[in-house]
């Protein structure tokens, strides 16, 4: 019960930017539990504005912006596929 109220409280992103990147994370051909788990890192690390600006970036340029590699590579060592 406790676990269920905790979970309530999340201080992630929203769940449409949830979604959104653990979609587009498993269309890449990834689990959805390695999925999740960058997801927090990102979470950790990103204000959710942060993590919609830079996602914009990288849609608008085709370039992974600074900011995602460095969150990616802490989730490559964090999160195993």
């Known amino acids: 019960m406790l ?3 905790l ?3 999340s201080s992630g992103y929203d769940s449409d930017v949830q979604e959104r990147f653990v979609n587009g994370c498993m269309g890449r051909g990834a689990t959805r539990s390695y999925c999740s788990c960058m997801l927090k890192v990102y979470e950790s690390r990103h204000t959710q504005d942060q993590y919609v600006a ?3 970036e990288m849609r608008l340029t085709g370039a992974i912006p600074a900011g995602f590699r460095e969150t990616m590579l802490a989730g490559l060592q964090q999160c195993r596929p």
């Open 54 to 56: 830079l996602e914009t």
């Open 7 to 9: 979970a309530g409280c």
């Open 3 to 5: 676990l269920t109220l």
